[in-house]
C-alpha cells in the first residue's frame, strides 16, 4: 500500500518502521523490552523478545475491531401458559446460535481473552429483516426451524428474539505480550517467530498462520489468528521427523512452509490447504552442495535462503501453491505438490548477507553481512524472480514515538520480569506493565443474561462489589519515584526471587474468576460512570473512541452497564507525591477489613472482593512508593477515544505473564559521561529486517533511494563537484543576462504518431498529429489534433483542444487494443476513438493530448473549492472546477470568437452552431446584398432541414421596405414583427449581428443596435444558423462566449491514482477510499500515473489497489448423473458473469492493463454473499432465483464464485492518511464553530467516526472520534445543519444524527427510520431536502423534512436507474444513471443532474447529462458562489 511500511531492528533490539511515503526511519515505541527479530503483514507484527517469549503489535488500522456476540432465545407455545421456556425434547435449547445447533447460554458467553473488554451489557436487537420490531424483539414461526416474521399470527407456534452484545480489542497500536506455551514461560522458551498466510487458496485473507520454533526444536502453530482475534486463540505442536529438530522457520503468504533443521538441512511442510492449515506432512530438501543453511524466506513463487557463510541462495523450479476443491477429492501430498512446493535446484546469488526476507510481489529484503545495512532487491518481477542487484537503504531516521524520558520513573525491567506467575511482581516495570489479572484496571467481566428472572441477583451484587472495590481504590496510594537507588534494585530481586520460590511450590496467585458459573465484578451505573481513567497527555492518540452510547433507549453506554465487564476507558494518572510505603499498605488493609466486615453475610461477593482487594494489595508491596489516584470525571459522548495503550495476555492460557503499556513510565538509569567515542551512526546497526506487510513494485519504487537526507547521495564527493561547477556557470552564464529578453517571441512544435481511426463504422489506418502554438514561455497558446486518414478518398478531420472535454484511456485486454477516447460537445456520450497496438504509446497519446488541453485552458494547478469530483468503473479520477479562473476565460474568448466556413458564399448556406445558441453567444453574417435584390433572410433553426422550428427569422424585404422579424413552430407561423430597414438596401455591403440575451435577441446592423425580439422558442434547441436569398455570404462569425457552461460542455481533468469513491466538502477538503478500503487525502497536486507531463512530484505519491475478479461456475441437477455442466437450451453459460448473460472464463479474465499484476490463483470463494456449502456452492430451485448455501430437496441449480485478486502499481496526488480502512466516507460542506472541517466514515466493521481538526491547510486532521452506533453502518451523509448527518445501516435501515451543530459536530444520539420497503444503501442531504437510494437502484425523497422535524414522515420514490448519487448545499441533485437511452442505443454509466426542482415539484422533472460515459461516482457538495 502506498503507507506499507518496511521494520526493522537494530543492535539495541529497538524497533524501527520505513514507510513507502516516508523518506526515514521512525522508531516504535519502546516499552523496556528488546526484540531480537520481527515478521510483518499489513496489519500486524509479530517479534522475538529479548526473553525469548512473542509480542504482538497490532498497527494496521486506527479503527476499533469489535465483535458481535448474538445469541437466541426460543420459546414455544402451550396451551395453558402461552409462551414459555418449557421446549420439546427436539427443540433447540433455550439460548441457542441461529441455527439453533449450538446452545449459547447468556453467562457461558465470555471473553476469549483479557485483551478485549465488553462495550456494553446484553440487549435485545430491535430489528428484523429491515424492519423495526416490537419493544420486547419477538419473532414468530410456525416451527423450528421456518422462516420468521414480525407479526404474530394464529399459527405461530413458536418464538425467539436476538440478544446481542459488543466486545473489544483494546490493545491497538501497542506491544502485546503472547501466553506462553507453559505456565512457566521459561520451560520452553521460543528462538524464531514468523507470520504468512493471508492468501491461502480459498482461504479467507484475514486468516493469518503464525508459526514458532522453541528452543526443543519443536514446531508450534498459533491457531486462530485473523482480523477478529489478532493474538490468536492457542498453541498447537506440529511434529517433524524424528532426526530432524529446527531452528528457524518460514510461513509464505500462500501457505507454503520451510524450515531448517540443526543439521543445515530443509525440510517443506506440504498438504497446507484452506481446510487443513497446518499441513499433512514433511519433505526434506537438500541444502546446496558443501554448505549449511542457516535462515530461510518464502514467497509466492521464490524461496531464498542463507547459508552459514553468509552466502545468498535462490530455489529454482517453484510455482504458485494452487487451491485444489474439497469437491475434486485430490487433497494431500501428492507428487505434484511436493514438486511445486520443493521447487529443483538452488542457484548462488551475488552478495552476502545475514539474513534475508521475502516480502510480497516476491520483493526480497536483507541484512548485509558486513556493513549491517538494510538493503533490497532490485528488478525482481514475475518474469524475473532473481532480480538485478542488492541496492542499500540509506535513510534518516526521523521523530521517534517514545515519550518523553521524564516520564520514566523506575529503571527499566529485566526480560524475567515478563512472566512472573506469583502475587508479587515487582513494579520496577513501567507503570502499564500489567498482569493477565489486569491488575492496574480493574476488569470486571459478567457473562450473565439480562433476563428478567436473574436482574434482581445481578444488581445486588453490582451494588455490593462496587462499593468495595470504590473504597479500596479511594484510599489507595502508591509513590512513584523519580530516582532508583540500588535499595531498591536490591529489594526488586529479592522480591522476584520470593516469587520465583511461590511458583516452585507451586502455590498460584490469587485471580477473579471468569470460568463458567461463577460471577465477576457487577459495576454498578452510578459508581461507574464517574471512573475516567486518564493516560499522560504527552501519549498522542490517533484515533477518538470512547464507546460511550447515546442516552437513548437503543442504545446504551458501556460505562453505565450493570452487566458485564466494562473496562473505563479511561487510564490511570501518576501523581508523584512522597507517600511512604506503610501508610499506604495501612490503608489498603484497613479498607481490605472493612470491606470483610461489610461482605460477611455474602460468601460469593466477599471471595469476589477479596480477590481484588489482595491484587491491588499485591500491587502496592511492590510498587515502592508509587502513588496511585483515580481521576474522577464525566464521560462525554463522542469524546476522545484513547487507543489501547496496554499490553496484555490472553485470558485463556495456562499461564499468567505480565504486560507492558505501549508507552513508557520508566526513567532511564543515570548514565556516566557521554565521551562519543562513537557516533551515532557507527552505533547503529541492523540486525533484522521484515517487509512481509510492504508492498512495493520493481517499476513503481518508493523514492527511498533519492532522499535528500540520504548520507550516500549527499556527501559523494563527486556529487559535490558537479554542484559547484553548475553554481558557478549560473553565475557567469545565466545571472548577468536575465534582464535581456528572449530572442524567441514564440514556438510551435508537432507530435506526429500512426493510429486507428473509427469512422464508418470500421477501424481505418490513421496519422495523427498533435500541432502546439506555444508562447516565449512555452505556454500553449492553441492545439489541434489532425487525423488523416483515407476511407474511399484522403480525409482530414480537425479537432480543436479548446472543444475537447475529456480524454480517457481504455484497454482492451481480449482483443489487444489500447483506446484513447476524445469526448467532443457535439456528441457528448459517444467519443471519437484512437486506438492504438502497443499499451505504450495509447498512454503517450493520452498524456500529450490531455497536457496541451490542460495547459491550453490555463488549469494546470490545483482545482478551486468549488469542484466536481467523478471516479470511472475503471478507477480513473476526473474532476471539473465550477469556477471559472481568469485564464480560462481569456482562453475560451480566444477560442470562441471564430469563423465558420461558407465556401463561395453562395445561398444557400446552412452552418452547424457545435456550443448551441445560449445567452452571451452571438452569430455575425456579413456579404453583398444583390443590387436586384427583393429580399433575404437568416434564420436559427434547430436543425438543418426545411421543416426545422425557427427560433428567429430575419427577413428584409425591399420590395415592401420593411424588415420581418418572425419564429416558426410546428410548421406554423408566429406573430409577425415588422421594423424598418435601417442600412440595409440593394448593393449595399452589411453585416448583421445577433446577440443572445437572457429574455430576447438583440440585433445590430453595421454594429449599430437595430432591433430586439422576445425568446418564443427554448434558445437551448437552436444548432444551425441558414442564410438564404439574394445575398453574397462573404464571413459567419460564431462566438459561444465564455461565461457558465452547460453540462455537455463541462471540461473534465484527469488525475493520476486509482480510487473507488472521492468525497470533497468545504475548503476543498477532499478524501478518497480505494478499492481495497484505504483512506486517502488530495494533496492539491496534478499529474501522476498517466499524467506525466504535467505532473508535480511534490505532491504525487505512488499507490497501489487491489481488486477481485470474479468467475461464476454454473451447474444443473440430473437425474441420472447428478450436477453437472450440461444445462437446458436457455440456461446461462457454464462460465459466466454474475448476471448469467456475458460468458465469462477463467482463462479468458485478462488483467485490465500493463499496471496491474496478479496476486494470486483462481480459487473457490468461500465468503460469496448468501452462504455457501463446504465446496463453495450455492443452491437455487432454477436460474436466476435467491439461493441459499444449503441443499433442498427443489433445488435444481446451483452455482459458486471463483475469485483471483490482482494489484495496480500507479501514481497520484494522494497521501494515504493512515492505516484506516473505511468503506465510506463523507466530507462536511460546511465548517464548523472553530473553522474545521468535519469529516464522517464508516469503518470496514460498521463502525461511524468523525475526523476532528481537518482544515484546508491540514486535509489530514488530527484525531478520530467513534460515534456509538447499535448496530453496524455501511454510509454515512454529512449534511448541514438544517438535515444534519444521516446513515445507513447494514440491515437497510436509515439513522438520523441528531443535535449536530456547527459547535457540537458530532451530535449527540441516533434516530431510527424505517426503510422505504427495500433495504436503502445510501442516504444523501442538502438544503433542506432529504434523499435515498435503495439497492435496487430506486431513488426517494424524503417528504416534510422540516428543521423542527427532520426525520420527516415518509419515502417518496422518484425513478429507478441509479447507481449513486450526490446532493450539493444548495440542493442540486446529481446522479450516476446505470443506463441511458440515446438515439444510437443505450449506453451505461452517465453522469446527470435534476432538472426542474422547485418548491411547486420538488421531485423534478427529468435528468440532464453530461459528457462521457462509464461513471461509478460522483461528488457535488460544495457550489459556486453566485
Given at each position: ?693 510492504c508492498w512495493i513494485q520493481a517499476n513503481n519504487m518508493p523514492k527511498w533511494f533519492m532522499s535528500e537526507g540520504s ?670 437511452e440515446m438515439e444510437k442505443g443505450t449506453v451505461q454509466g452517465v453522469i446527470a443532474r435534476r432538472v426542474g426542482i ?29
Open positions: 500500500m502506498p503507507s506499507s511500511q518496511v521494520f526493522a531492528v537494530n543492535n539495541r533490539g529497538r524497533v524501527f518502521s520505513l514507510s513507502t511515503d516516508q523518506s526515514f526511519w521512525r522508531e516504535l515505541p519502546y516499552l523496556g523490552i528488546e526484540f531480537k527479530r520481527v515478521s510483518a503483514h499489513e496489519t500486524v507484527l509479530w517479534a522475538l523478545g529479548g526473553d525469548h517469549q512473542v509480542y504482538v503489535y497490532v498497527y494496521g488500522s486506527s479503527v476499533p475491531i469489535r465483535v458481535c456476540e448474538g445469541a437466541y432465545e426460543n420459546q414455544r407455545w402451550n396451551p395453558l401458559e402461552g409462551f414459555s421456556d418449557v421446549l420439546l425434547p427436539s427443540d433447540r435449547p433455550k439460548f441457542s446460535s441461529a441455527d439453533g445447533l449450538t446452545e449459547r447460554a447468556l453467562s457461558r458467553i465470555t471473553l476469549p481473552t483479557l485483551a478485549w473488554s465488553w462495550e456494553s451489557p446484553w440487549h435485545l436487537h430491535d430489528t428484523h429483516d429491515g424492519q423495526a420490531l416490537e419493544k420486547e424483539g419477538w419473532t414468530y414461526a410456525i416451527d423450528f426451524p421456518r422462516s420468521y416474521t414480525a407479526e404474530k399470527r394464529w399459527n405461530s407456534c413458536v418464538r425467539r428474539r436476538k440478544w446481542v452484545r459488543y466486545r473489544r480489542y483494546v490493545a491497538l497500536d501497542t506491544w502485546s505480550a503472547v501466553p506462553p506455551i507453559h505456565q512457566d514461560a521459561t520451560e520452553e522458551p521460543f528462538i524464531d517467530i514468523t507470520v504468512g498466510g493471508g492468501e491461502v487458496p480459498g482461504d479467507d485473507p484475514d486468516r493469518l498462520m503464525v508459526w514458532g520454533v522453541t528452543v526443543q526444536g519443536r514446531v508450534m502453530v498459533r491457531e486462530g489468528v485473523d482480523g477478529t482475534c489478532p493474538e490468536g486463540c492457542r498453541w498447537v505442536h506440529v511434529p517433524t521427523p524424528s532426526d530432524q529438530d529446527v531452528i528457524s522457520l518460514s510461513v509464505g503468504r500462500s501457505g507454503r512452509v520451510w524450515a531448517v533443521t540443526w543439521d543445515g538441512t530443509a525440510i517443506v511442510r506440504t498438504g497446507v490447504t484452506r481446510d487443513s492449515p497446518t499441513g499433512t506432512d514433511w519433505v526434506i530438501v537438500e541444502p546446496p552442495e558443501g554448505s549449511c543453511l542457516h535462515q530461510i524466506s518464502v514467497g509466492i513463487y521464490s524461496v531464498w535462503a542463507i547459508t552459514r557463510d553468509h552466502r545468498v541462495w535462490f530455489r529454482r523450479g517453484l510455482q504458485a501453491s494452487q487451491g485444489i476443491s474439497v469437491g475434486e477429492g485430490k487433497q494431500g501430498n501428492g507428487t505434484g505438490q511436493k514438486t511445486t512446493d520443493t521447487g529443483t535446484s538452488w542457484l548462488l546469488m551475488v552478495g552476502l548477507l545475514n539474513m534475508v526476507v521475502v516480502g510480497p510481489n516476491d520483493q526480497v529484503w536483507g541484512v548485509g553481512s558486513e556493513d549491517h545495512t538494510v538493503v533490497l532487491r532490485t528488478g525482481v518481477t514475475e518474469m524475473e524472480l532473481t532480480g538485478r542487484t542488492w541496492k542499500p537503504i540509506c535513510l534518516p531516521f526521523g521523530p521517534s514515538e517514545n515519550p518523553d524520558p521524564s516520564w520514566n520513573p523506575s529503571p527499566s525491567p529485566s526480560p524475567s520480569l515478563l512472566s512472573c506467575h506469583s502475587p508479587k511482581i515487582s513494579s520496577s516495570i513501567d507503570s502499564k506493565v500489567i498482569s493477565d489479572q489486569s491488575s492496574f484496571q480493574i476488569r470486571t467481566e459478567n457473562q450473565d443474561s439480562l433476563s428478567s428472572t436473574t436482574d434482581a441477583s445481578l444488581n445486588t451484587l453490582d451494588d455490593a462489589d462496587f462499593a468495595n472495590m470504590e473504597a479500596v481504590l479511594n484510599n489507595l496510594n502508591l509513590r512513584e519515584s523519580c530516582e532508583t537507588s540500588t535499595q531498591e534494585e536490591k529489594k526488586i530481586t529479592k522480591e522476584e526471587g520470593e516469587s520465583t520460590e511461590n511458583e516452585k511450590k507451586g502455590k498460584e496467585p490469587e485471580t477473579v474468576s471468569q470460568g463458567k458459573g461463577s460471577d465477576s465484578f457487577h459495576l454498578d451505573d452510578s459508581h461507574d460512570s464517574s471512573i475516567r481513567i486518564r493516560y499522560p497527555e504527552d501519549y498522542p492518540s490517533s484515533l477518538s473512541s470512547s464507546v460511550v452510547s447515546d442516552h437513548s433507549e437503543a442504545s446504551v453506554s458501556s460505562h453505565q452497564a450493570n452487566d458485564g465487564c466494562i473496562i473505563p476507558n479511561d487510564a490511570l494518572v501518576i501523581n508523584q507525591k512522597n507517600t511512604s510505603d506503610g501508610k499506604s499498605e495501612d490503608k489498603v488493609n484497613e479498607q481490605k477489613d472493612k470491606a470483610d466486615a461489610t461482605n460477611q453475610d455474602q460468601p460469593e461477593v466477599k471471595s469476589l472482593t477479596d480477590n481484588a482487594v489482595n491484587k491491588v494489595h499485591m500491587k502496592v508491596d511492590n510498587q515502592e512508593n508509587q502513588p496511585l489516584s483515580i481521576q474522577k470525571e464525566s464521560v462525554n459522548v463522542g469524546g476522545e477515544w484513547n487507543e489501547s495503550r496496554l499490553r496484555h495476555v490472553s485470558g485463556s492460557s495456562v499461564g499468567s505473564e505480565a504486560s507492558l503499556g505501549a508507552r513508557s513510565l520508566v526513567f532511564p538509569r543515570e548514565e556516566g559521561p557521554n565521551y562519543n567515542i562513537l557516533t551515532l551512526e557507527s552505533e547503529h546497526l541492523w540486525l533484522w529486517v521484515t517487509g512481509g506487510g548520507p550516500a547521495l549527499c556527501t559523494e564527493p563527486w556529487r559535490i563537484s558537479i554542484l559547484k561547477r553548475l553554481r558557478d556557470r549560473n553565475s557567469t552564464e545565466i545571472k548577468p543576462f536575465t534582464g535581456y529578453e528572449e530572442a524567441v517571441e514564440g514556438s510551435s512544435w508537432v507530435i506526429t504518431g500512426q493510429c486507428r481511426w473509427w469512422t464508418g463504422g470500421q477501424w481505418v489506418p490513421a496519422s495523427i498529429e498533435l500541432v502546439m502554438v506555444g508562447s516565449r514561455r512555452s505556454q500553449v497558446q492553441d492545439a489541434t489534433l489532425i487525423v488523416r486518414y483515407t476511407l474511399g478518398s484522403p480525409q482530414v478531420e480537425e479537432i480543436s483542444c479548446c472543444s475537447i472535454l475529456m480524454s480517457v484511456l481504455c484497454v482492451e485486454s481480449a482483443v489487444a487494443r489500447s483506446v484513447v477516447a476524445v469526448y467532443h460537445p457535439t456528441q457528448p456520450l459517444q467519443p471519437k476513438t484512437l486506438s492504438f497496438s502497443a499499451e505504450t504509446d495509447a498512454e503517450e497519446w493520452l498524456n500529450h493530448i490531455s497536457a496541451a488541453c490542460n495547459q491550453f485552458r490555463g488549469v494546470t494547478g490545483r482545482p478551486s473549492f468549488y469542484t466536481t469530483w467523478a471516479v470511472t468503473t475503471k478507477g480513473d479520477i476526473f474532476l471539473h472546477d465550477c469556477s471559472v479562473t481568469e485564464e480560462e476565460l481569456r482562453a475560451e474568448s480566444v477560442s470562441a470568437h471564430r469563423q465558420l466556413p461558407v465556401g463561395t458564399g453562395t445561398t444557400p448556406v446552412i452552418l452547424p452552431m457545435d456550443r448551441g445558441f445560449r445567452p452571451g453567444y452571438f452569430i455575425s453574417v456579413s456579404g453583398k446584398i444583390h443590387c436586384s435584390a427583393e429580399q433575404f433572410y437568416i434564420n436559427l433553426q434547430t436543425s438543418r432541414g426545411s421543416d426545422a422550428n425557427i427560433a428567429l427569422h430575419i427577413n428584409p424585404r425591399f420590395h415592401q421596405k420593411v424588415a420581418v422579424l418572425n419564429s416558426k413552430k410546428k410548421g406554423v407561423w408566429g406573430f409577425e414583427e415588422h421594423g424598418d430597414l435601417g442600412a440595409l438596401a440593394p448593393g449595399a455591403q452589411c453585416e448583421l449581428s445577433v446577440v443572445c440575451d437572457d429574455k430576447d435577441f438583440k440585433i445590430s446592423i453595421n454594429d449599430k443596435f437595430w432591433y430586439s425580439i422576445n425568446h418564443r422558442l427554448p434558445i437551448a434547441s437552436i444548432t444551425h444558423v441558414v442564410v438564404r436569398g439574394s445575398i453574397t455570404v462573404d464571413a459567419v462569425t460564431y462566438n459561444h462566449g465564455a461565461g457558465e457552461r452547460q453540462l455537455t460542455e463541462w471540461y473534465w481533468r484527469g488525475l493520476g491514482g486509482h480510487l473507488k469513491r472521492v468525497e470533497s466538502g468545504a475548503g476543498g477538503v477532499t478524501w478518497g477510499i480505494s478499492q481495497d478500503f484505504h483512506v486517502y487525502t488530495y494533496t492539491g497536486a496534478t499529474g501522476g500515473g498517466l499524467y506525466k507531463g504535467s505532473s508535480n512530484d511534490t505532491g504525487v505519491q505512488i499507490m497501489n489497489d487491489v481488486r477481485h475478479m470474479y468467475v461464476w461456475e454454473n451447474q444443473r441437477w440430473n437425474p441420472v448423473t447428478g450436477f453437472t455442466h450440461r444445462g437446458l437450451p436457455t440456461d446461462r453459460h457454464t462460465w459466466s458473469d454474475q448476471s448469467g448473460r456475458h460468458h465469462r472464463t477463467k482463462d479468458a479474465t485478462k488483467l485490465p492493463s500493463r499496471h496491474w499484476s496478479w496476486m494470486s490463483e483462481w480459487c473457490v470463494d468461500y465468503h460469496t454473499p448468501g452462504g455457501v456449502d463446504r465446496e463453495g456452492w450455492q443452491y437455487a430451485t432454477d436460474f436466476p432465483l435467491s439461493y441459499h448455501g444449503h441443499r433442498y430437496v427443489t433445488d435444481l441449480v446451483r452455482r459458486r464464485r471463483w475469485l483471483r485478486k490482482c494489484r495496480v502499481s500507479t501514481s497520484g496526488p494522494w497521501r494515504q492518511m493512515e492505516k484506516v480502512a473505511l468503506v465510506h466516507v463523507s466530507v462536511s460542506p460546511e465548517y464548523a464553530e472553530d473553522g474545521t472541517v468535519p469529516v464522517w466514515g464508516v469503518s470496514v466493521t460498521g463502525e461511524v467516526v468523525i475526523r476532528l481538526g481537518v482544515t484546508a491547510t491540514k486535509y489530514e486532521g488530527e484525531k478520530w472520534i467513534l460515534v456509538p452506533v447499535e448496530c453496524p453502518m455501511c454510509s454515512v451523509c454529512a449534511g448541514v445543519d438544517s438535515c444534519g448527518v444521516w446513515a445507513v445501516s447494514q440491515d437497510g435501515r436509515a439513522h438520523l444524527r441528531l443535535g449536530v451543530t456547527k459547535k457540537t459536530p458530532q451530535g449527540t444520539q441516533w434516530v431510527s427510520i424505517d426503510s422505504p420497503g427495500q433495504p436503502l444503501v445510501e442516504v444523501g442531504a442538502g438544503a433542506g431536502s432529504v434523499w435515498g437510494l435503495d439497492r435496487g437502484g430506486y431513488l426517494y425523497r424524503r417528504a416534510n423534512v422540516h428543521p423542527l422535524f427532520p426525520e420527516g414522515t415518509s419515502w417518496e420514490v422518484i425513478c429507478g436507474n441509479v447507481t449513486s448519487f450526490s446532493i450539493s448545499v444548495a440542493g442540486a441533485l446529481w446522479a450516476v444513471l446505470e443506463s441511458y422547485s418548491h411547486a415539484c420538488p421531485l423534478g422533472t427529468g435528468w440532464e447529462h453530461t459528457i462521457g460515459t462509464g461513471w461509478n461516482y460522483v461528488c457535488a457538495h460544495v457550489s459556486p458562489p453566485l
